[in-house]
């Protein structure tokens, strides 16, 4: 079951840029700034009522952003859904004919597992999080 948005995140070029918006014009509260090499991105995490805002810039030129960049422009990348059971999900998912870029779920950040929709069957990126009391 798709329980809440976990997060949006936005393509954006430069990260410090993004960061004085959202941070000091809209007043969002900034959790924190991470380096993710294996996505090959700069992350700015904030909060607003729970739900995460994560502006993405890429750090290399073979990045997936940097690539969504050039192809789209800067703006709304993925929405992610926090979820129950993620690997229950995947195959209800697939049995229901979306097209999953993740079969399997894979580790993303602080101890969680995620798994990317193909934006061909989800008209947008969509990402599933599950956060497990591991
Ligand atoms: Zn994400």
């Not at 097209?99 to 597992?113: A, D, F, M, V, Y």
């Amino acid at each position: 079951m798709f329980k809440k948005i976990d997060h949006i995140g936005v393509a954006v070029k430069d990260l410090d840029e993004a960061v004085r918006l959202y941070r000091d014009v809209f007043g969002l509260k900034l959790l924190e700034i991470e380096e993710v090499e294996s996505q090959k991105v700069k992350v700015a995490k904030f909060d607003i009522g729970g739900v995460h805002i994560e502006l993405l810039q890429p750090t290399a030129d073979d990045s997936p952003i940097k690539k969504f960049i050039d192809k789209k422009g800067e703006g709304l990348h993925h929405i992610a859904y926090e979820v129950d059971d993620i690997e229950e999900q995947l195959s209800q998912l697939k049995q229901k004919g979306v097209k999953l870029i993740n079969e399997r779920p894979t580790e993303g950040s602080s101890n969680t597992l995620i798994a990317f929709l193909h934006p061909k069957s989800s008209i947008i990126l969509t990402e599933l999080v599950f956060k497990g009391e591991k």
